[in-house]
């Protein structure tokens, strides 16, 4: 199971690495596809509006750039790369013998199944489950291969209702385990026998998550298991069904494990503490006599634990300078697979648990260099199911065999005749910032620069703020590599996978710190020979386009075009609209509105509106329960009623980012008419 540390995080996001998640509710990083409705007449408030209106430094509009020698370059078309299709969230069968897993070749999210073979199954081989008109966001084998149990929602308002596929009849319609689509629920784990489900739902008040396990099967109603103010997610079943482990959240960085009786609903908090600690991924060892778990507790990374039961001291038995991003047991619970954030990319390890106090590493499957998005067990334990992204590459599922640690490919997506060879892998570098502070980039440079160019630059900004960039594909990115830019992606500071003191060096009153990192970068990016000064962009989803918004207020002359894709201008109004089971990890992060609104307004970029001379293009969908779209709106408004070059494309059936191929096509393809009209001096 993915870890949290934002939720997703199950992401990002968004447009495809565009918007990570503003915080989600499931993982540490979201998704690359994560999508990733609100009054579009929210405002800022009334004096500050007014403020804004007759601000004293309010800046000149900005002249076109003058003519410049740059040309774009002929990479792959921007459609063909949006057809690079992709495999990913797999799921394996009792044994191993058949793969469900998601792909969006249909244009959106949608679940397959294809059997196990010796050579990579090409999508000719494979077969939809259902045909549904939304995103689909994660389908699961259950133990004993009885169910397949996927999770949808409806047109990206992210309330994920779940249904239940009976394998041996595949034209028999999906059955639903829930209804109410005012309803958010997340899927939480199947009893070891797959014939019980443990989900959270807000359905109690629209707020806080509740516990609930029912019939795989649907044969009885659920039963609430467990009620308790905030975010709760069931997490793992022990082996006779009897005892559930559940995450308590009460911000991303400060957690609990509770232990609940699944007869009774009574709980016994096994990791009682003070202060900040993150616990992810529970479960319960083969024995039962104890958990493991991931945790930074006394440490600035995330590493594995065991916790003895009924009672005992945490003891960590893995101890690594970096994050553990995925930690899974096979479903005889002697193996783990553990999957380590190296700065960006995914390194995969094996561990023999069967002496959870001492664990004893098996093997370092050898697998590209890549991020890692999912990975399942078969409930044999002899085989691993892992989702793999690389810069130059799209999600393929590949297959893991635990005894010889082979590696096998099994998904061969369309690639729309893209020469993927052709594509272009990251670098990281680090850029020093104005406290001495490193900030790690990605930097993308084109193929085929002509000697003495100087190139245009994108600066794309990661949402969260609890994620970061890493080595995985996105079309836009590889677009405008190819197209003759420069992309460069920073992890500045408040990015996660480079320590705890890190993660919290932009909280609350140093929000702006972020920004000021941003402008390091760009100054940096200004002394190297291949980049224009004159032509540097910056973009960014969800948290990263306030980012975009933050640094065209407080650093205008540093940017000569901007893209705020589904980002917070107001971060009062972006509070008081957001879901409700939001708010209070959101305000975990950000402050509350009660004890910090002045900081909250300070950082508004709504309030220094009259500091815009960028030009900027906003891109927000109408059922974004994210950030609302009225955070949009109020952007938009302003320039407008000052006269500030703003484009807007707003999506009536587009959630968190962008999900819908045929939507993508359309914002892609106006996001780099703007940057190169722009970037030309055209306007």
Known sequence: MKLRNSNIAMIAVALKALSACTGSSQAIRQDPTIQDLQDASTSAPADAASDAATSADAAPARAPLPPTAWRPLEGPAMQQLLNLHRAAAPSLSRDGRQLVFLSDAPGIMQPFTVAVGAQPAGEAQWRRLATIDDRVHFARYAPGSRAILFGRDFGGDENLQLYRLDPARPAQAPAELTTNRQVKNMFGAFSEDGRTIAYASNERNGADFDVYVRPTDGSAAPRRLFEAQGHNEAQDFSRDGRQLLVTKERSNFDSDVLLVEVASGRATNLVQHTGDERYASPRFTRDGRGVLVVSDKGREFMNVAFRPLPEGELVFVTDEQHDVEHFELSGDRNTAAVVFNMDGRSELRLYDVRNPRQLREISRPRLEAGWIWGLDFAQDGRSLAVSLARGSLPDEVYRVDVRTAAVSRLTDSDHAGVDTSRLVDGTIERVRSFDGTEVPVIVYRPRGLP???????????????????????????????????????PNVRGSTGFGKRYSHMDDVERREDSVRDLAEVNRWLRTLPDVDPDRIAVMGGSYGGYMTLAAITLYPELWAAACDIVGIANFRTFLQNTAPYRRALREAEYGSLANHGAVLDRVSPIHRVDRITTPLMVIHGARDPRVPVGEAEQIVAALRARNRTVEYIRFENEGHGVARRENRIRAYGELVRFFDDVMLGRR
């Open 451 to 489: 000697a003495g160019t100087r190139a245009p630059v994108i600066v794309h900004v990661h949402g969260g703020p609890e994620a970061q960039a890493g080595l995985w594909f996105s079309p836009i990115m590889q677009f405008l590599v190819g197209h003759g830019y420069i992309v460069i992606e």
